[in-house]
Protein backbone atom coordinates (compact mmCIF):
# COMPACT_ATOMS: atom_id res chain seq x y z
CA UNK A 1 0.00 0.00 0.00
CA UNK A 2 1.13 3.64 -0.92
CA UNK A 3 1.23 6.38 1.44
CA UNK A 4 -0.65 9.22 1.41
CA UNK A 5 -0.41 12.56 0.08
CA UNK A 6 1.07 13.84 3.04
CA UNK A 7 3.79 11.23 3.65
CA UNK A 8 4.77 11.64 -0.20
CA UNK A 9 5.34 15.48 0.38
CA UNK A 10 7.37 15.26 3.59
CA UNK A 11 9.66 12.43 1.39
CA UNK A 12 10.02 15.25 -1.23
CA UNK A 13 10.93 18.03 0.99
CA UNK A 14 13.74 15.42 2.70
CA UNK A 15 15.09 14.91 -0.28
CA UNK A 16 15.19 18.37 -1.50
CA UNK A 17 17.10 19.07 2.10
CA UNK A 18 19.60 16.41 1.78
CA UNK A 19 20.60 18.09 -1.79
CA UNK A 20 20.88 21.31 0.00
CA UNK A 21 23.56 20.18 2.72
CA UNK A 22 26.81 21.21 2.20
CA UNK A 23 29.96 19.13 1.35
CA UNK A 24 33.45 19.11 2.81
CA UNK A 25 34.56 21.45 0.33
CA UNK A 26 32.30 23.95 0.88
CA UNK A 27 32.90 23.51 4.79
CA UNK A 28 36.39 24.06 4.34
CA UNK A 29 36.25 27.23 2.06
CA UNK A 30 33.61 28.48 4.83
CA UNK A 31 36.10 27.65 8.19
CA UNK A 32 39.32 28.17 6.94
CA UNK A 33 39.67 32.08 7.19
CA UNK A 34 38.70 31.46 11.17
CA UNK A 35 40.94 28.30 11.59
CA UNK A 36 44.07 30.23 10.19
CA UNK A 37 43.49 33.20 12.08
CA UNK A 38 43.67 31.45 15.61
CA UNK A 39 46.50 29.60 14.15
CA UNK A 40 48.65 32.56 13.15
CA UNK A 41 47.93 34.81 16.65
CA UNK A 42 48.94 31.31 18.13
CA UNK A 43 52.21 31.19 16.90
CA UNK A 44 53.06 34.69 17.36
CA UNK A 45 52.35 34.41 20.90
CA UNK A 46 54.25 31.18 21.49
CA UNK A 47 57.51 32.95 19.37
CA UNK A 48 57.25 35.91 21.61
CA UNK A 49 57.41 33.78 24.98
CA UNK A 50 60.25 31.69 23.74
CA UNK A 51 62.74 34.65 21.98
CA UNK A 52 62.08 36.99 25.11
CA UNK A 53 63.55 34.95 28.40
CA UNK A 54 62.13 35.76 31.57
CA UNK A 55 63.80 37.95 34.14
CA UNK A 56 65.52 36.82 36.87
CA UNK A 57 64.19 38.09 40.58
CA UNK A 58 66.69 40.19 42.13
CA UNK A 59 68.92 38.89 43.91
CA UNK A 60 69.99 40.38 48.04
CA UNK A 61 72.63 42.68 47.83
CA UNK A 62 75.51 43.22 50.10
CA UNK A 63 76.56 46.84 51.44
CA UNK A 64 78.65 47.06 48.46
CA UNK A 65 76.41 46.46 46.36
CA UNK A 66 77.70 42.87 45.58
CA UNK A 67 75.47 39.50 45.36
CA UNK A 68 75.17 37.71 48.64
CA UNK A 69 74.18 33.80 49.54
CA UNK A 70 71.84 32.66 51.43
CA UNK A 71 71.68 34.31 55.37
CA UNK A 72 73.03 32.02 58.08
CA UNK A 73 70.41 30.37 60.23
CA UNK A 74 68.94 32.99 62.47
CA UNK A 75 70.31 35.82 60.57
CA UNK A 76 67.82 38.32 59.08
CA UNK A 77 68.27 40.71 56.28
CA UNK A 78 67.01 44.42 55.85
CA UNK A 79 67.92 47.11 53.97
CA UNK A 80 69.96 48.57 56.76
CA UNK A 81 68.23 51.89 56.96
CA UNK A 82 66.82 51.60 60.28
CA UNK A 83 70.13 50.15 61.87
CA UNK A 84 69.66 46.46 61.86
CA UNK A 85 71.00 43.30 60.66
CA UNK A 86 72.50 43.23 57.26
CA UNK A 87 73.53 40.07 55.93
CA UNK A 88 76.87 38.95 56.90
CA UNK A 89 79.30 35.51 57.35
CA UNK A 90 80.92 33.58 59.60
CA UNK A 91 83.65 35.42 61.37
CA UNK A 92 84.99 33.02 63.63
CA UNK A 93 84.08 29.77 66.56
CA UNK A 94 85.43 28.78 69.70
CA UNK A 95 84.44 25.89 71.84
CA UNK A 96 85.41 25.32 75.71
CA UNK A 97 84.59 21.97 77.96
CA UNK A 98 83.71 21.40 81.29
CA UNK A 99 82.55 18.70 83.58
CA UNK A 100 78.84 17.90 83.10
CA UNK A 101 76.37 18.04 86.37
CA UNK A 102 78.09 20.45 88.38
CA UNK A 103 76.78 23.55 89.44
CA UNK A 104 78.26 25.97 87.57
CA UNK A 105 76.47 24.62 84.27
CA UNK A 106 73.19 25.79 85.42
CA UNK A 107 74.75 29.43 85.50
CA UNK A 108 76.68 29.12 81.91
CA UNK A 109 73.39 27.80 80.48
CA UNK A 110 71.77 31.16 82.05
CA UNK A 111 74.28 33.27 80.58
CA UNK A 112 74.60 31.18 77.17
CA UNK A 113 70.72 31.96 76.69
CA UNK A 114 70.95 35.77 77.41
CA UNK A 115 74.12 35.82 74.87
CA UNK A 116 73.20 34.04 71.91
CA UNK A 117 71.24 36.65 69.62
CA UNK A 118 72.99 39.81 71.15
CA UNK A 119 73.96 42.10 67.70
CA UNK A 120 76.85 44.66 68.34
CA UNK A 121 76.16 47.53 65.22
CA UNK A 122 79.07 48.90 63.58
CA UNK A 123 81.37 51.12 65.86
CA UNK A 124 78.86 50.39 69.10
CA UNK A 125 81.04 48.87 71.78
CA UNK A 126 80.05 45.33 73.66
CA UNK A 127 79.52 45.13 77.24
CA UNK A 128 79.35 41.32 78.76
CA UNK A 129 77.90 43.12 82.08
CA UNK A 130 75.29 45.42 80.29
CA UNK A 131 74.64 41.78 78.16
CA UNK A 132 74.07 39.61 80.70
CA UNK A 133 73.24 41.78 83.87
CA UNK A 134 73.77 40.48 87.32
CA UNK A 135 73.91 37.36 88.40
CA UNK A 136 71.80 36.75 91.70
CA UNK A 137 69.59 34.05 92.82
CA UNK A 138 66.32 35.48 91.50
CA UNK A 139 67.44 35.53 88.38
CA UNK A 140 68.19 31.72 88.70
CA UNK A 141 71.94 31.85 89.40
CA UNK A 142 73.40 28.85 91.94
CA UNK A 143 76.52 29.13 93.82
CA UNK A 144 79.69 27.34 92.41
CA UNK A 145 83.14 28.17 92.79
CA UNK A 146 84.38 31.09 91.91
CA UNK A 147 87.92 32.95 92.45
CA UNK A 148 87.83 35.06 95.48
CA UNK A 149 90.95 36.81 96.52
CA UNK A 150 93.80 33.78 96.71
CA UNK A 151 91.45 30.76 96.41
CA UNK A 152 88.38 29.43 95.19
CA UNK A 153 84.96 29.57 97.39
CA UNK A 154 81.23 29.27 96.26
CA UNK A 155 79.83 31.76 94.78
CA UNK A 156 76.16 32.80 93.08
CA UNK A 157 77.11 32.69 89.43
CA UNK A 158 80.31 30.95 89.73
CA UNK A 159 81.87 29.29 86.45
CA UNK A 160 79.69 32.62 84.02
CA UNK A 161 83.40 33.39 83.60
CA UNK A 162 83.09 30.04 81.18
CA UNK A 163 80.76 32.14 78.66
CA UNK A 164 83.17 35.28 79.19
CA UNK A 165 86.46 33.42 78.22
CA UNK A 166 85.03 31.68 75.54
CA UNK A 167 83.16 34.97 73.62
CA UNK A 168 87.11 36.42 74.05
CA UNK A 169 88.43 33.39 72.47
CA UNK A 170 85.97 33.89 69.69
CA UNK A 171 86.39 38.17 69.40
CA UNK A 172 90.20 37.35 69.56
CA UNK A 173 90.51 34.86 66.27
CA UNK A 174 87.72 37.19 64.86
CA UNK A 175 90.56 40.34 64.78
CA UNK A 176 87.80 42.53 66.49
CA UNK A 177 88.62 45.42 68.32
CA UNK A 178 89.04 43.89 72.49
CA UNK A 179 88.62 47.19 74.67
CA UNK A 180 88.85 45.82 77.87
CA UNK A 181 89.54 42.08 78.79
CA UNK A 182 91.50 40.91 82.38
CA UNK A 183 92.62 37.16 82.75
CA UNK A 184 91.89 35.55 86.03
CA UNK A 185 94.03 35.88 89.35
CA UNK A 186 95.16 32.51 89.04
CA UNK A 187 95.18 29.85 86.49
CA UNK A 188 92.04 27.75 85.24
CA UNK A 189 92.55 24.13 83.43
CA UNK A 190 89.15 25.08 81.58
CA UNK A 191 90.44 28.06 79.85
CA UNK A 192 93.62 28.42 77.88
CA UNK A 193 96.60 29.89 79.74
CA UNK A 194 97.01 33.32 78.86
CA UNK A 195 93.28 33.41 76.60
CA UNK A 196 90.78 34.30 79.08
CA UNK A 197 88.43 37.38 80.28
CA UNK A 198 87.44 36.86 84.50
CA UNK A 199 84.42 39.33 85.33
CA UNK A 200 82.28 39.94 87.89
CA UNK A 201 79.00 42.39 88.20
CA UNK A 202 78.95 45.06 88.12
CA UNK A 203 82.95 45.96 88.30
CA UNK A 204 85.05 43.31 86.19
CA UNK A 205 84.06 43.66 82.98
CA UNK A 206 85.31 42.24 79.11
CA UNK A 207 84.20 45.08 76.75
CA UNK A 208 84.83 44.71 72.65
CA UNK A 209 84.27 47.34 69.84
CA UNK A 210 82.77 46.26 66.31
CA UNK A 211 85.26 48.03 64.18
CA UNK A 212 84.01 46.32 61.00
CA UNK A 213 81.36 48.13 58.60
CA UNK A 214 78.73 45.40 59.30
CA UNK A 215 76.54 44.60 62.65
CA UNK A 216 78.01 41.50 64.65
CA UNK A 217 76.23 38.81 65.63
CA UNK A 218 76.51 36.91 68.57
CA UNK A 219 75.28 33.00 68.60
CA UNK A 220 76.00 31.02 71.32
CA UNK A 221 75.31 26.72 71.45
CA UNK A 222 75.94 24.94 74.66
CA UNK A 223 75.23 21.07 75.42
CA UNK A 224 75.96 19.67 78.74
CA UNK A 225 79.74 19.36 78.58
CA UNK A 226 80.96 22.27 76.18
CA UNK A 227 80.28 25.60 75.38
CA UNK A 228 80.32 27.45 71.34
CA UNK A 229 80.37 30.70 70.50
CA UNK A 230 79.99 31.96 66.65
CA UNK A 231 80.51 35.19 65.61
CA UNK A 232 78.56 36.27 62.14
CA UNK A 233 79.54 39.71 60.94
CA UNK A 234 82.70 41.12 58.44
CA UNK A 235 85.75 39.74 58.80
CA UNK A 236 88.63 42.42 58.28
CA UNK A 237 92.16 41.30 59.13
CA UNK A 238 93.36 37.76 58.65
CA UNK A 239 94.53 36.74 62.25
CA UNK A 240 97.57 35.33 63.55
CA UNK A 241 99.03 34.36 67.15
CA UNK A 242 101.99 33.18 69.10
CA UNK A 243 102.22 31.72 72.73
CA UNK A 244 105.38 31.91 74.89
CA UNK A 245 106.12 29.11 77.15
CA UNK A 246 105.34 29.52 80.84
CA UNK A 247 107.80 31.75 83.19
CA UNK A 248 108.56 33.57 86.24
CA UNK A 249 107.40 30.32 88.34
CA UNK A 250 106.38 30.81 91.69
CA UNK A 251 106.27 28.32 94.39
CA UNK A 252 102.95 27.41 95.63
CA UNK A 253 104.25 27.18 98.79
CA UNK A 254 104.00 24.43 101.60
CA UNK A 255 101.29 26.04 103.73
CA UNK A 256 97.68 24.36 103.68
CA UNK A 257 94.76 26.46 103.96
CA UNK A 258 91.69 25.41 105.46
CA UNK A 259 88.03 25.98 105.45
CA UNK A 260 84.79 24.88 106.91
CA UNK A 261 81.12 25.19 105.65
CA UNK A 262 78.93 25.04 101.70
CA UNK A 263 81.13 28.33 100.67
CA UNK A 264 84.50 26.33 101.18
CA UNK A 265 86.08 24.68 97.91
CA UNK A 266 88.63 22.03 98.13
CA UNK A 267 91.96 23.06 95.77
CA UNK A 268 95.28 20.76 94.63
CA UNK A 269 97.51 23.96 95.14
CA UNK A 270 100.09 25.13 92.14
CA UNK A 271 102.17 27.05 91.12
CA UNK A 272 102.28 30.48 89.91
CA UNK A 273 103.87 31.58 86.42
CA UNK A 274 103.33 33.94 83.84
CA UNK A 275 102.63 33.86 80.56
CA UNK A 276 102.59 36.49 76.82
CA UNK A 277 99.73 35.76 73.77
CA UNK A 278 100.70 37.85 70.61
CA UNK A 279 97.56 38.76 68.01
CA UNK A 280 99.03 40.33 64.89
CA UNK A 281 96.57 41.77 62.16
CA UNK A 282 97.31 41.34 58.64
CA UNK A 283 95.38 43.20 56.01
CA UNK A 284 95.84 42.32 52.12
CA UNK A 285 98.72 40.21 53.59
CA UNK A 286 100.43 43.36 55.43
CA UNK A 287 101.18 43.65 59.11
CA UNK A 288 98.73 47.06 60.50
CA UNK A 289 98.55 46.01 64.16
CA UNK A 290 99.97 43.97 67.08
CA UNK A 291 99.15 43.82 70.33
CA UNK A 292 100.38 41.36 73.72
CA UNK A 293 98.20 39.81 76.38
CA UNK A 294 100.39 39.65 79.36
CA UNK A 295 99.15 37.36 81.97
CA UNK A 296 100.42 36.53 85.50
CA UNK A 297 98.45 33.82 87.71
CA UNK A 298 99.27 33.48 91.09
CA UNK A 299 100.36 30.59 93.55
CA UNK A 300 97.11 28.85 94.56
CA UNK A 301 97.47 27.29 97.86
CA UNK A 302 96.36 23.74 98.79
CA UNK A 303 92.76 23.80 100.55
CA UNK A 304 90.85 21.42 102.60
CA UNK A 305 87.40 21.92 103.76
CA UNK A 306 86.50 19.95 106.85
Wanted: hydrophobic share 35%.
Amino acid sequence: MTGTRPDRRRRRQGRRDRGREPGLRECARRWWPFVAGTMAATGLLLGAYFWFPPVPAPSPLSAGGEPVGPLPDGMEGTDGTDGAERPGGPMSSYTTRFTPGEPRVRNIELAARILDGQVVQPGATFSFNDAVGPRTRSRGYVPAPAIVGPRLVADVGGGICQVSTTLFNAVFRAGLDIRRARAHSMYMSEYPEGLEAAVSYPDLDFTWRNDTRLPVRVQVAHTGSSLTVSLWGERRYEVRSAVSQPYAFASQGTGVLRGRGRSCVPAPGRPGFEIDVWRTLLLDGREVGRERFHTEYRPQAKVECR
